[in-house]
């Protein structure tokens, strides 16, 4: 079955950089469009950034600039980096793949395209 487990959660200060992964397993990894969301209480689920299999990549406005994101097919990994963090970038970062779509034609940051959520990993950057 389908398993996606994120890693590299943690507290930070502002200004600070933390490493997002997310391993994957039970599909065709490279095959997928793979996609970061994140959630804060009281907030909708927000789409950070995505990614399909040429490597091309879509951001939200409100991470481009110091979020990256990029995938190691060999390793079945997702990977989020995220440098000069700020307050409002804490929540529960999700890892989401869309086998079903090579090319991310739903959209990157649209998370009904994805049919595969991992459990989450809580980030929480401090002023």
């Known amino acids: 079955q389908v398993q996606l487990v994120e890693f590299g959660g943690g507290s930070v200060q502002a200004g600070r950089s933390l490493r997002l992964s997310c391993v994957a397993s039970?599909?065709?990894?490279?095959?997928?469009?793979m996609g970061w969301f994140r959630q804060t209480p009281g907030k909708e689920r927000e789409g950070v950034a995505g990614i399909d299999i040429a490597g091309l990549t879509g951001y939200a406005d409100s991470v481009k600039g110091r979020f990256t994101i990029s995938r190691d097919n060999a390793k079945n990994t997702l990977l989020l980096q995220m440098s000069s963090l700020k307050p409002e970038d804490t929540g529960v970062y999700y890892c989401?793949?869309?086998?079903?779509?090579?090319?991310?034609?739903?959209?990157?940051?649209?998370?009904?395209?994805?049919?595969?959520w991992g459990q989450g990993t809580q980030v929480t950057v401090s002023s």
């Open positions: 039970g599909y065709t990894f490279g095959g997928s469009c």
């Open positions: 989401a793949a869309a086998p079903w779509s090579k090319y991310c034609a739903h959209g990157y940051l649209v998370g009904a395209g994805y049919n595969y």
